[in-house]
C-alpha cells in the first residue's frame, strides 16, 4: 500500500452534501457509449461506467446527454432528458454506479457556436452571430444563430426541466459546462458576446445572465441541496482584448459562489483551439503552434501543458470557500497529491488515465503502478465522433466486458510475434490460465513500436510505457518469451499447441514504379533494419535524438540521407516519416498515388496541425498523382491536373505495408486453432493491434 504517498489523495471529501470517499474524478467526456434509439443506455456504458466507480474513483461526472434534443436526429449516441420515460433506464446507471461506493453527477452543456463535423443537425447557437475562423479549430465559417430572448428563456426552463429529471433518475448532483467555447461562454466571453441587451456584455452581471438564471432554476426545482458544480474558463487566451482577462476569472467565480453553487471546476479556454484546450499536448504537436513571446504568465506552459490550469486554479481557490476541482492533461497521480498538498485545488479530475484504466485509482492506492494500462496521451480515443470512442491500450474500452474471465480449460497456447497484438493475446491468454509461449525473432519485444518512438519522439506520446507494461505483465504471469526465435511450422507443430496466434507483423510494401533499384532510392525495408539493429543497443529517446545529428541512409556507414527527400506514401507513416524528415532539415515532398490515403490514419485533430505546420515548413504534398519512373534525378510524376513534373531527390523513400500471411498458410488445418491477427492480418495502427491480441484471446 502507498496510500500515505497520496496521502490528499485518497483522503475523503465533499461537494456540498455529498461526500466523497477520496479526491479522484472522472471528469465528464463524450464516449458515445450509449446507444442511438429509444433504449439509450446499454451494455457498453454500463460496462464502462460500472468499471470506473469499480475501479475506485470518488464522483463520476458522467457526459453531458443530448441537450439539445428535440432538434437532434436519432442517431446521436447520447442519452437523452427530454422526456420522463427515459428516467428508469437512467436509473438503472447512477444505481450500478452507486454499488461501488462512488457519486455521480452528470455534465450538462449545449455546444453553442461550436460544431462542424460536431454537429448534427440542431442550429449552432450563442450570444451573437459572431464570424470566427480558426485553421486549428473546427468552428464553421457561418457565424452561429444569436438567441433571442424568448429563446434564451426557453433555454432556462430546458434546462432546469432536464436536471429534475436526471436528480429523478438517481443523479447526485449536476456539472454545468460554461466553459469551453460552448453557449455559456459565448454570452461569458466579450468576444462571442456583442448583443446589445441585458444580456450583453456591458457589465459581468450581463454576460451571466442566463448561466445565472439557469442555475438559480435549477436551484429552485432541485432544492438548494442538490449540488450544482459549474465548469468554467478562469482565462481566455488568444482573444485578444476580448478574452476573460485573470481579473473577469476571480469575479466569475466569486458570481457563482455567491449564487449557491457548489463546487467549482476551473480551466482556461484557448481560442480558436477547441480540443487543445483540453487535450493541451496537441498545442506541441507537431512544434508548439504558438508563437514563444505570446506565450502568457497566467497559464504554466512547462511540461507540454501537463499543468497549465495550476495557476488559474490556484488563483480561483485563494478567493472561494467552495471546493474547487482542476484537470489538466496528463495529470498522474503524482501532480495531483502536489496540487492537493499545495492547496491549488480540493479535487481532482482524470479522464483519459481511465479510459486506458478504470482501475487507476486502485492500482495507485494498492501500490501497483506497473500493473496500470498507461495512457500514452495519443488522443486517439478524441478522433471518432459520434462513433464508440477506441483506446491503444485499453482493447475493453468501448466493449460490455472489462474483465478477463478464466478460460473453461486450460490449453498449450503459442503466440508468434511479439508486437503490441502478439504481447497483448500472451497477456490475455496467460491471465485466462492458458500455458502461453512467446516467440520473437528480433532481439526485443515492441515490435515497431521502439521504431514509432525513434520517429515520433517521447515527449508527447510515451510509447515505451506501453512496452514496459506488457513486459511487465508477461512477467508476471509466467509467459515463456524466446527472444531471437524464428519459428517455421515445424518448431511449432511439435510443440502440440491447442492454440497458435500468429502476430508477426506486416512487410514492407513498395509501389509498382519503374526505378526501384536506382541508387537513390533507400527501402524502408533496409531503413527498418537498420533502426532496429540500432534500437538492440540503443532506447527510441536515444535514437531519436541521435538521429538529429546524423541520419544513416543504409549499412553503407558513409551514406547519409540526402537533403532533398521524396517520400511515396502519404497515409500515417508517410506523413510522420515526412514530419521526421522535415525536423531534422530535410527538403520533403510526398507522393501519395490514392487521394483518400493522404494522412489516413491519423487522428482528424493531428491531420490539421500536421498538415498546417507542413504548410508553413515548405513540405509539399502531391495527392493523387501517377508515379512515371525513378531515375538518378529524382521522382517523376503526373500530378492529378496532369501536368508532368520531375521531383529532383537525393533519397527516395518509398513506405507502406502489406498483410503477411505466409506463416498462417502454412500452418492452416494443422493445429486445433489458428489465427493471424494484428499487422499480418490487417496492417493498421495500434488501437487496431491491441484490441485483435485481446479479442482472440478472450476466445481461446
Ligand atoms: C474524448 C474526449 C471527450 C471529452 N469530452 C468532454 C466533455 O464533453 N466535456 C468536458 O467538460 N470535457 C471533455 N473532455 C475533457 C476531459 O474531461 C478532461 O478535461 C481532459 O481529457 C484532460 O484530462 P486527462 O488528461 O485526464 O484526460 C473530453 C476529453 C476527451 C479525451
Ligand atoms: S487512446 Fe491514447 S490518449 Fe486516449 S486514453 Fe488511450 S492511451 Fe490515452
Given at each position: 500500500m502507498t496510500t500515505n504517498k497520496y496521502e490528499k489523495l485518497f483522503s475523503p471529501y465533499h461537494?456540498?452534501?455529498?461526500?466523497?470517499?477520496?479526491?479522484f474524478?472522472?471528469?465528464?467526456?463524450?464516449?458515445?457509449f450509449f446507444e442511438s434509439g429509444e433504449r439509450r443506455v446499454g451494455d457498453i456504458a454500463k460496462a464502462f461506467y460500472g468499471a470506473v466507480a469499480k475501479g475506485g474513483v470518488g464522483l463520476i461526472i458522467t457526459e453531458t446527454p443530448a441537450m439539445e434534443w428535440p432538434l437532434l436526429e436519432d442517431g446521436d449516441r447520447r442519452f437523452r432528458v427530454d422526456n420522463d420515460k427515459y428516467i428508469p433506464q437512467i436509473k438503472e446507471l447512477t444505481d450500478l454506479v452507486h454499488k461501488?461506493?462512488?457519486?455521480?453527477?452528470?455534465?450538462?452543456?449545449?455546444?453553442?457556436?461550436?460544431?462542424?463535423?460536431?454537429?448534427?443537425?440542431?442550429?449552432?447557437?450563442?450570444?451573437?452571430?459572431?464570424?470566427?475562423?480558426?485553421?486549428?479549430?473546427?468552428?464553421?465559417?457561418?457565424?452561429?444563430?444569436?438567441?433571442?430572448?424568448?429563446?434564451?428563456?426557453?433555454?432556462?426552463?430546458?434546462?432546469a426541466s432536464c436536471a429534475v429529471r436526471v436528480q429523478k433518475a438517481g443523479y447526485d448532483g449536476l456539472e454545468i459546462n460554461a466553459g469551453a467555447d460552448h453557449l455559456f461562454h459565448s454570452f461569458i466571453s466579450r468576444f462571442w458576446n456583442r448583443r446589445d441587451d441585458e444580456y450583453g456584455p456591458q457589465t459581468m452581471e450581463n454576460r451571466m445572465r442566463f448561466v445565472v438564471n439557469v442555475i438559480k432554476e435549477i436551484k429552485k426545482r432541485c432544492g438548494e441541496d442538490w449540488p450544482v458544480q459549474v465548469l468554467m474558463n478562469a482565462y481566455e487566451f488568444g482573444a485578444g482584448e476580448l478574452g476573460i482577462t485573470k481579473e473577469e476569472g476571480i469575479e466569475i467565480a466569486k458570481v457563482y459562489e455567491s449564487i449557491g453553487v457548489d463546487s467549482l471546476q476551473v480551466r482556461n479556454h484557448l481560442h480558436g483551439h477547441h480540443q487543445g484546450s483540453y487535450l493541451h499536448n496537441l498545442l506541441w504537436y507537431p512544434e508548439l503552434c504558438i508563437p514563444k513571446d505570446q506565450l502568457c504568465e497566467e497559464m504554466d506552459w512547462s511540461k507540454y501543458g501537463d499543468l497549465i490550469n495550476v495557476p488559474s486554479a490556484a488563483r480561483v481557490k485563494k478567493v472561494v470557500t467552495k471546493p474547487t476541482i482542476m484537470t489538466t492533461g496528463g495529470f498522474t497521480a503524482d501532480y495531483a497529491e502536489m496540487v492537493l498538498q499545495k492547496g491549488y485545488a480540493d479535487i481532482i479530475g482524470f479522464n483519459r488515465r481511465l479510459f486506458a484504466d478504470p482501475n487507476y485509482p486502485n492500482r495507485i492506492r494498492e501500490g501497483r503502478p506497473e500493473d496500470i494500462q498507461p495512457c500514452t496521451h495519443c488522443n486517439n480515443c478524441a478522433k471518432l465522433y459520434n462513433q464508440v470512442r477506441q483506446c491503444r491500450i485499453n482493447a475493453a474500452f468501448g466493449l460490455t466486458r472489462y474483465e478477463i474471465d478464466k478460460a473453461d480449460k486450460k490449453k498449450k497456447v503459442i503466440v508468434v510475434g511479439g508486437g503490441p497484438a502478439g504481447m497483448q493475446a500472451a497477456r490475455v491468454a496467460a491471465e485466462r490460465g492458458h500455458d502461453v509461449t512467446l516467440y520473437e525473432a528480433g532481439y526485443y519485444l515492441g515490435g515497431n513500436m521502439p521504431m514509432s518512438a525513434t520517429i515520433k519522439g517521447t515527449t508527447l506520446e510515451d510509447i515505451p510505457s506501453i512496452i514496459k507494461f506488457f513486459k511487465t505483465q508477461l512477467k508476471k504471469l509466467k509467459v515463456k518469451v524466446h527472444l531471437v526465435k524464428e519459428v517455421t511450422p515445424d518448431t511449432i507443430l511439435k510443440e502440440k499447441p491447442d492454440a497458435v496466434v500468429i502476430a508477426v507483423g506486416a512487410v514492407p510494401g513498395y509501389p509498382d514504379v519503374p526505378g526501384l533499384d536506382s541508387p537513390n532510392v533507400i527501402k524502408s525495408a533496409t531503413l527498418y533494419n537498420l533502426v532496429r539493429f540500432v534500437l538492440i543497443f540503443f532506447s527510441p529517446k536515444f535514437s531519436h535524438w541521435f538521429t538529429k545529428i546524423r541520419l544513416p541512409g543504409g549499412w553503407n556507414p558513409f551514406k547519409t540521407i540526402g537533403k532533398r527527400v521524396v517520400i511515396i506514401g502519404g497515409a500515417i507513416h508517410g506523413c510522420q516519416l515526412g514530419e521526421f524528415m522535415a525536423k531534422r532539415g530535410r527538403q520533403v515532398t510526398i507522393v501519395e498515388p490514392d487521394e483518400n490515403n493522404v494522412g489516413r490514419l491519423l487522428a482528424p485533430e493531428y491531420k490539421n496541425r500536421l498538415f498546417i505546420w507542413f504548410r508553413k515548413k515548405g513540405v509539399v504534398m502531391y495527392s493523387g498523382a501517377k508515379l512515371v519512373g525513378i531515375n538518378k534525378e529524382g521522382l517523376k510524376i503526373i500530378t492529378k491536373e496532369g501536368q508532368e513534373k520531375m521531383l529532383p531527390a537525393?533519397?527516395?523513400?518509398?513506405?507502406?505495408?502489406?498483410?503477411?500471411?505466409?506463416?498462417?498458410?502454412?500452418?492452416?488445418?494443422k493445429v486445433p486453432e489458428l489465427y493471424n491477427i494484428g499487422?499480418?492480418?490487417?496492417?493498421?495502427?495500434?488501437?487496431?493491434?491491441?484490441?485483435?491480441?485481446?479479442?482472440?484471446?478472450?476466445?481461446i
Open positions: 461537494i456540498g452534501k455529498v461526500q466523497l470517499k477520496n479526491r474524478v472522472k471528469t465528464a467526456a463524450q464516449t458515445y461501488h461506493d462512488c457519486k455521480v453527477f452528470t455534465q450538462f452543456y449545449h455546444r453553442g457556436p461550436w460544431g462542424k463535423e460536431y454537429q448534427f443537425i440542431a442550429q449552432r447557437i450563442a450570444a451573437s452571430a459572431v464570424h470566427f475562423v480558426s485553421e486549428y479549430d473546427v468552428h464553421p465559417d457561418d457565424p452561429p444563430h444569436a438567441l433571442t430572448i424568448e429563446e434564451i428563456e426557453w433555454w432556462v426552463d430546458h434546462f537525393d533519397s527516395i523513400l518509398p513506405v507502406g505495408f502489406v498483410s503477411n500471411t505466409e506463416l498462417y498458410e502454412k500452418l492452416k488445418g499487422d499480418c492480418d490487417n496492417p493498421a495502427i495500434l488501437p487496431d493491434a491491441t484490441g485483435a491480441g485481446w479479442k482472440i484471446a478472450n476466445q
